[in-house]
């Protein structure tokens, strides 16, 4: 898995790459904790994500949780059929804003801000 931040205005957009699941939940939830320094509005593209197993999606609850509680959120783009399949087991997709795209996700965060 690999992870990279960037920034449009007060919005960080993360983008992960490869696999997110029991191997490296805890690198995951990390990191992100190290980005709260920078906003806690973020756009989560998973165009490269490929897989996410019930740890994964674990910490990207974990880091919803720790976002709402200093007034933030997370909005999930680009969901590819593997990761969306889990998102529509578990209902993720209720406590999470999915959107097609990282642009359509950004302009509905700026909507909310």
């Keep these: 898995m690999k992870v990279e931040l960037t920034k ?8 992960t790459i490869g696999r997110l699941d029991a191997s490296n939940a805890k ?10 320094a920078e906003s806690v509005y973020f756009v989560m593209d ?8 019930s740890t994964g999606l674990g910490a990207i609850i974990s880091s919803l949780r720790k976002v709402t509680e200093m007034d933030g959120d997370i909005y999930i783009a680009n969901l590819q ?3 969306r399949i889990l998102f529509e087991i578990t209902r993720a997709y209720k406590i999470f804003e999915v959107f097609d795209d990282v642009e359509t996700a950004i302009q509905a965060l700026k909507n909310e801000i």
């Design 8 to 15: 449009q205005g007060e919005i960080c957009i993360l983008k």
């Design 27 to 36: 690198e995951f939830k990390d990191k992100f904790q190290s980005y709260l």
């Design 46 to 53: 998973f165009s490269e994500m490929d897989f996410i197993d």
């Design 81 to 83: 059929d593997k990761p």
